[in-house]
């Protein structure tokens, strides 16, 4: 098989595959030898017809198409990497005429992933927040650090904010109990904050043995409506009271449990750990702030193809996050009370611009000439490897080679966001300017709003806050 590339302009592409006559034959043999035993004729065993009888049945072209299939599914991949094409859409395949014993040619039509002329992309202004660690975050990570070797040991007193007390209860709104309104041997921390408000403040004072009836409101935004607003009975049984016993900060401790052998030690690595950790933190949030205004620099005609393409695969990644909450994608929608087409249309603004990131940035990527060596690709497969815990090999082998292309493209695109940030108008800030907060504010706003919508549907005990 030869193939010729005719032309590559306008973000399209038209290729010529060749199969000589031979190939042509072979490939028709070997759909006759896959299929002869689907064919029955009378003086023949099934499977058994010479392919010349079943032609003369069923037309010389039977296994015409099968045969075309193959080539092209086999030939196809290899012909778009020798020429480099990066295709968008599905192939308009023409074929010269089809005879056996003559040479076979395609010609193929195919959209490109369009690359644009972007503007200004050079010397983009962006605040980048200075690296502060305050003394208070570091006693608050030795804090989460005791608590991880806290004992926990059973009082006998009456319990206290901060205790946790096993405990049975059931409830009743008017005398009734309610779906969710039960639990046996729960644990609740007291003061956490878990249940609904007044529920743990109820419990304080109660000593293991003792019942106790703890009334409380249900919110009137609580998700199960049919609870929102009334008042709830709790008949409360307290098995047991436990206390987390924090150990004392001391060098003794620190060289048992930590790599240092003294406090002072662990706090200046924790310090620099932490700075380290917010420099990078705070370069991301630049370079995403970067992306964005190159965003809002460049208009870009996204060709639909690509975004039904995203729209899809934002879908497919809905519908994963939901199977792991063990819910089917069916069930969300009708959670939401919305159809398909519904959603999509929804997600479809953030996925266009998805694509226009991607699109922008790859274009930055061939104006600047930005290539991808083998070394950046073993580098990737190297931090892919610590990512999963499995071998770069492994990787390798399970992307597969004709996949290789979108390792590199991502690679090409970090390297196209790594150039911006280098030739961007970096300002190094303590705070941002209330311009620059209220676009953060709204990005976090987003992200929260994309967390509740994951956490409604979570499934909860009644008198959950959550």
Do not use: W
């Amino acid at each position: 098989m030869e193939t010729t590339l005719v032309s590559k302009e306008n973000n399209q592409a038209e290729l010529i595959m060749d199969f000589t006559a031979d190939e042509f034959v072979e490939a028709i043999d070997k759909v006759y030898k896959k299929t002869r035993k689907n064919f029955v004729i009378n003086g023949f065993r099934k499977g058994k017809a010479p392919r010349k009888i079943i032609e003369a049945r069923y037309g010389q072209g039977i296994f015409f198409e099968d045969a075309i299939n193959d080539l092209f599914s086999a030939n196809y991949p290899q012909a778009l990497r020798d020429n480099d094409l990066e295709v968008i859409s599905d192939p308009q395949v023409d074929f010269s005429s089809i005879e056996e014993g003559k040479p076979l040619k395609m010609t193929i039509k195919v959209g490109l992933f369009p690359i644009v002329e972007v503007k200004d992309y050079k010397g983009i202004s962006v605040e980048q927040l200075n690296v502060k660690v305050e003394d208070s975050e570091i006693e608050e990570r030795i804090e989460q650090m005791r608590k991880s070797h806290a004992r926990v040991e059973t009082v006998e007193r009456p319990a206290e904010n901060g205790d946790t007390v096993k405990l049975d209860y059931k409830g009743t709104i008017d005398g009734q109990e309610f779906s969710g309104g039960s639990a046996d041997d729960m644990d609740l921390k007291l003061g956490s904050n878990t249940f609904i408000p007044g529920f743990e403040d109820g419990l304080v004072g109660v000593s293991a043995g003792e019942e106790k009836d703890v009334t409380v409101t249900f919110p009137d935004d609580y998700q199960a409506k049919d609870l929102a607003g009334k008042d709830a009975v709790f008949h409360c049984v307290v098995k047991e009271v436990s206390h987390e016993e924090l150990p004392e900060l001391t060098d003794d401790f620190v060289a048992d449990v930590t790599e240092f052998d003294t406090v002072d030690e662990m706090k200046k690595d924790m310090r620099e750990t932490m700075e380290s950790d917010k420099a990078d933190a705070n370069k991301e949030e630049a370079k995403a702030d970067l992306i964005e205004k190159l965003v809002e620099a460049n208009d870009v005609d996204v060709p639909a193809v690509m975004i039904e393409d995203e729209v899809t695969n934002d879908i497919n990644e809905m519908d994963q996050q939901m199977r792991y909450q063990g819910l089917s994608f069916d069930q969300y929608l009708n959670i939401l009370g919305k159809t398909m087409d519904e959603v999509k249309n929804e997600i479809r603004p953030d996925s266009e611009k998805k694509v226009v990131r991607r699109i922008l940035l790859r274009s930055v990527a061939e104006a600047e000439n930005i290539e991808v060596s083998d070394e950046d690709v073993d580098n990737e497969f190297e931090r892919l490897s610590k990512q999963y815990g499995l071998k770069p090999e492994d990787i390798r082998k399970s992307i597969g080679e004709n996949n290789m292309n979108f390792v590199k493209n991502d690679i090409k695109v970090n390297k196209a966001i790594d150039f911006l940030y280098d030739n961007a108008d970096v300002k190094f800030v303590d705070e941002k300017t209330p311009a620059e907060e209220a676009k953060a504010d709204e990005a976090e706003e987003a992200d929260e709003k994309s967390a509740k919508a994951e956490k409604k549907h979570a499934k909860t005990e009644a008198p959950s806050v959550d």
